[in-house]
């Protein structure tokens, strides 16, 4: 079997007295889709956090192509450098136009010189359909305009795994469409992704596995066939129909 | 006869129209700073000071340098403790804490009394020893001075810049560092150039607190605008006439200040926001 992109191995993550991850582990290989999903408080987005060393666990492991990140002295910008993350509240730097937030990364952290990373921000903006508002500030885009310039930055880094923190939930329902449309895009790339998400649909067109999260564990998982072909916990039943 | 009329109104209009673009304002803003200094200089011959002018100069000259200076030296110093404050550590942030929260709370007249004369302390100490002595000097008094007016806006400056650091989000620190900033690529390239902008504002109220903050360098005998108008009343007697002067040279510097810093804060604002 081929050497997973990521795995997740044991992780246990507290804010002080709350546990808020006991012991989870998954892996995900080359050009896959995982969906985690779960009801709010459950730890998805600690997960995510905890994935690129954002919110460092206390406990277990996380390998990217079998580098350890926990390890003592492991050099975290570079790591993070190839795990691109998308955040619910897209987090656009605000006083960049939508080109130079998809460029600073590849300018700044990969040391692209300025006309090639412009090349490249400008292709990854063409990625998400997003050229005609290159000029535009975050200010002055929709939400998921905003987003999906937000999907861009991480692209244009050329990460092996991309994480997607509940990317449509701060979104309005007109909105969402045109973000699912450009994870679909990417995810048919060949784009190795994480998405922590209530959107079904997305999941089910998608995802090679879905794993569902409560309480900081995982309790179920399977392929979108067996979840929606009826899970076995109750719990997951309930939010998949909620969801 | 109508005709004239509108004719007119479309000439002011377009007057009107072309003052309002940024060459325009910036044209009419200095236009208003000489028009209030030659009132000023009006107010030397009607009061009958004409030959004090040239002191006065010195003076204004001397607090002005003072200004620019402190300005500078409390935007750096500022802005590093307020760094240190936010991103320091433990142990740092400490250290800027207990720095901002000295100066703030004791009088700037003890701050630079003890400043300025800190030479002259020093060579009691070193005479004791029997060690040479600091040459002192006006120069360096004029310095110990700046120096402490110095210290004494950075801290005030530094609880600026640590307000508008804190108040660009958390978010933009970590889509940062997820990109695979360092900590100080981050400070630099996405929360400064946020900051700085967003604290304008609030930092034009310390830039037009300031000038009148130097006064207090008159207590150690450096040459400024007030150390002129006491010289002058000495000699004239005209205590009202002579302090509405240095009032209005203040009244001058500050509203330049201020103009220039809503332009600068309207130049650089993020569109959109």
Redesign the interface.
């Known amino acids: 079997m081929m050497e997973p992109v990521l795995e997740v191995f044991d992780v246990w993550k507290s804010f002080d007295e709350l546990e808020v991850l006991k012991g989870v582990s998954f892996e995900v290989a080359e050009g896959e889709v995982k969906v985690i999903f779960g009801p709010s408080g459950s730890g998805k987005s600690t997960l995510l956090r905890c994935i690129n060393m954002l919110d460092p666990p206390h406990q277990g492991d996380i390998l990217l192509r079998g580098e350890s990140l926990m390890k003592k002295g492991a050099d975290l910008n570079k790591f993070r450098s190839k795990i691109g993350m998308v955040f619910q509240n897209f987090n656009l730097f605000a006083h960049l136009k939508a080109i130079d937030n998809v460029a600073i990364g590849p300018r700044k952290v990969l040391g692209f010189t300025k006309e090639q990373a412009r090349e490249r921000a400008y292709s990854a903006l063409q990625l998400v359909k997003m050229t005609d508002r290159a000029h535009h500030y975050p200010a002055e885009l929709s939400g998921g305009q905003q987003q999906r310039v937000g999907i861009a930055r991480a692209m244009a880094m050329e990460p092996d795994v991309i994480l997607f923190d509940e990317p449509t939930s701060a979104l309005d329902p007109e909105l969402i469409g045109e973000v699912l449309q450009v994870m679909l895009d990417i995810a048919k790339r060949g784009t190795t992704m994480v998405v922590v998400t209530h959107e079904m649909g997305f999941a089910r067109a998608v995802s090679n596995e879905m794993i569902f999260m409560d309480e900081g564990v995982v309790v179920e998982r399977g392929t979108p066939q067996h979840f929606f072909a009826g899970a076995e916990s109750a719990r997951a039943r309930k939010e998949k129909e909620v969801g | 006869m109508t005709s004239s009329k509108t004719q007119s109104s479309s000439f002011l209009q377009t007057l009107r129209k072309k003052f309002r673009t940024r060459v325009g304002k910036a044209f009419l803003a200095i236009v208003s700073v000489f028009v209030m200094i030659g009132i000023l200089m009006g107010l030397f011959v009607y009061y009958g000071l004409e030959r004090f002018f040239d002191e006065f100069l010195d003076g204004v000259s001397t607090t002005l340098s003072l200004y620019i200076f402190a300005l500078i030296f409390g935007f750096l110093v500022g802005l590093f403790f307020a760094i240190a404050r936010v991103y320091g550590g433990a142990i740092l942030s400490r250290v800027a804490t207990a720095y901002i929260e000295v100066i703030r709370g004791t009088p700037v007249v003890t701050q630079i009394i003890i400043l300025a004369y800190l030479p002259d302390t020093l060579n009691i100490f070193l005479s004791a020893q029997g060690l040479p002595t600091i040459p002192l000097s006006w120069e360096l008094r004029y310095l110990m001075s700046a120096v402490c007016l110095g210290m004494n806006s950075s801290a005030y400056q530094a609880e600026f810049f640590r307000g508008s650091i804190t108040s660009v989000?958390t978010?933009?620190m970590?889509?940062?560092?997820?990109?695979?900033?360092?900590r100080s690529?981050s400070i630099r390239?996405?929360i400064l150039?946020?900051s700085l902008?967003r604290v304008i504002p609030a930092w034009a109220n310390e830039a037009s607190y300031l000038p009148k903050v130097t006064t207090a360098a008159y207590i150690v005998g450096v040459t400024e605008a007030f150390h002129w108008a006491n010289a002058t009343v000495s000699y004239t007697f005209r205590t009202l006439e002579v302090y509405a002067l240095v009032a209005f040279f203040f009244i001058i510097l500050i509203t330049f200040v201020t103009w220039l810093l809503d332009t600068v804060y309207d130049e650089v604002k993020?569109?959109?926001?």
């Open positions: 989000s978010g933009q970590m889509a940062a560092q997820a990109i695979g900033m360092s690529q390239q996405i150039p946020q902008r993020i569109p959109g926001l």
